[in-house]
């Protein structure tokens, strides 16, 4: 894994995540899993607002999910589109084994797109995804 944690991180556990004594199973607070959680992060924009002004909101993606996740970025990819250019279902799903899993449904494709727009705000949004944790101790 190479994977490191991130450059604002206060306390890191280790110089890479695939030697973390917490990235171990066993080492969460409760149950088998691990203390360092695995995941995504996707950045959702409201679709019935304009994408110049739309607010963008956070979604934490369990490691349970990330298939999900791959396959939406495979199917844009292979439509030769970004992912801005699709207005996407996110929804909740109940799941026996991990709670629930997240899926993302393309629901269509925004053809007048303004590229100038959707490049803007999708450079806002990775750097949005950067943004390390928030420190919840201060």
């Not at 991180?9 to 110089?15: E, G, I, T, Y």
């Not at 088998?32 to 959702?44: D, P, Q």
């Not at 993606?61 to 970025?73: E, G, H, K, R, W």
Request: a neutral charge.
């Amino acid at each position: 894994d190479d994977t490191v944690p991130h450059i604002e991180a206060r306390n890191p556990q280790s110089d890479s995540c695939g030697d973390c004594p917490q990235n171990k199973w066993g080492t969460a607070l409760r149950g088998k899993g691990k203390a360092c959680r695995e995941g995504a992060r996707v950045i959702v924009v409201p679709a019935n607002v304009p994408l110049k002004t739309a607010p963008m909101f956070t979604a934490k993606i369990p490691v349970t999910s990330l298939n999900t996740v791959t396959a939406f970025t495979s199917r844009c990819s292979q439509a030769g589109k970004l992912s801005g250019e699709f207005v996407t279902q996110l929804s909740c799903v109940e799941d026996k084994k991990s709670f629930f899993k997240v899926h993302l449904t393309l629901k269509e494709v925004t053809n007048d797109m303004d590229m100038e727009q959707l490049l803007a705000k999708q450079d806002q949004a990775y750097e949005l995804a950067m943004q390390p944790y928030p420190r919840l101790d201060e």
